[in-house]
C-alpha cells in the first residue's frame, strides 16, 4: 500500500522559513512526478508546486514563486517544500500528493498524505 | 492563475442524481483532458474519484461519472447517497505547466 506521511509543519512569524517534508513508502518513488497542495481553514484546495521524477522540472503557482522551493530525495523517499518570506496569506494545511500514473507528468493525483499545518501569526 | 468556476452547492434527495459543473477556458478544461475530481470529507485528506475527465479508480462507486464538453467538465453523483454529503473539487492541467483546482462545491443530501 502506497502512503505518504507529512510533517514540519508549525508556527512561525511573518518572513520567516520552514522545510515541509513527505516521506513516501510502498512505491519506486523515483518514478512518480509529486505535488504539494494547501487549504486555507475554511477554504478551498490551492495548487502549490509540482516536480518531475527525476527532480529535473519544477512548476509553481503563481502565489509561491520565487519565495517556495520543492525538491525531493529519490534515494530516501521523501519530498520536500521549503517555504520562504512567508505571510498570513500562506497559513494552511499542506498535503502532499502522487501522481497516476509513473514517468509523467501529474494527470491525478491517486494517494495523498494526512497533511501538515502551518500557521504565520505574529 | 484563477480557480475554476464550480457552483457553491448542491443538494438533492437519497437516490436522486445532482451534477455539479467544473468551468474552465481554452487553457485548461478545454485544451486538455486531464480533468480529475476529488471529494473530501470534513477534516480529512482529498479522494481521487474521478481522473481523464471519465475514468473511475478501483474501488471507486460506478454511482460517480464524469464528463466534458468544451470548456465545462461534469461530475454526475448517480442514486445520491448519505455517505456522498462532502465537498468536491475538480482539478484540470493547465498550460505551462500549471494546475487549477475548482472553487469547490458543497453537496447535501436532503
Known amino acids: 500500500e502506497v502512503q505518504l506521511l507529512e510533517s514540519g509543519g508549525g508556527l512561525l512569524q511573518p518572513g520567516g522559513s520552514l522545510r515541509l517534508s513527505c516521506a513516501a513508502s510502498?512505491?519506486?518513488?523515483?518514478?512518480?512526478?509529486m505535488i504539494w497542495v494547501r487549504q486555507a481553514p475554511g477554504k478551498g484546495l490551492e495548487w502549490v508546486s509540482g516536480?518531475?521524477?527525476?527532480?529535473?522540472?519544477?512548476y509553481y503557482a503563481d502565489s509561491v514563486q520565487g519565495r517556495f522551493i520543492i525538491s525531493r530525495d529519490n534515494s530516501k523517499g521523501t519530498l520536500f517544500l521549503r517555504l520562504n518570506n512567508v505571510s498570513a496569506e500562506d497559513t494552511a494545511i499542506y498535503y502532499c500528493?502522487?501522481?497516476?500514473?509513473?514517468?509523467?507528468?501529474?494527470?491525478?493525483?491517486?494517494?495523498w498524505g494526512r497533511g501538515t499545518m502551518v500557521a504565520v501569526s505574529s | 492563475q484563477s480557480a475554476l468556476t464550480q457552483p457553491a452547492s448542491a443538494s438533492g434527495f437519497p437516490e436522486q442524481s445532482i451534477s455539479i459543473s467544473c468551468t474552465g477556458t481554452s487553457s485548461d478544461i478545454g485544451a486538455y483532458n486531464y480533468v480529475s475530481w476529488y471529494q473530501q470529507h470534513p477534516g480529512t485528506a482529498p479522494k481521487l474519484i474521478i481522473y481523464?475527465?471519465?475514468s473511475r479508480p478501483s474501488g471507486v462507486s460506478s454511482r460517480f461519472s464524469g464528463s466534458k464538453s468544451g470548456n465545462t467538465a461534469s461530475l454526475t453523483i448517480s442514486g445520491l447517497q448519505t455517505e456522498d454529503e462532502a465537498d468536491y473539487y475538480c482539478?484540470?492541467?493547465?498550460?505551462?505547466?500549471?494546475?487549477?483546482f475548482g472553487t469547490g462545491t458543497k453537496v447535501t443530501v436532503l
Open positions: 516536480i518531475s521524477g527525476s527532480g529535473g522540472s519544477t
Open positions: 500528493g502522487k501522481g497516476c500514473r509513473p514517468n509523467r507528468n501529474i494527470d491525478a493525483v491517486d494517494v
Open positions: 481523464d475527465v471519465f
Open positions: 510502498g512505491l519506486t518513488f523515483s518514478n512518480y512526478a
Open positions: 482539478l484540470s492541467f493547465r498550460t505551462n505547466n500549471a494546475y487549477v
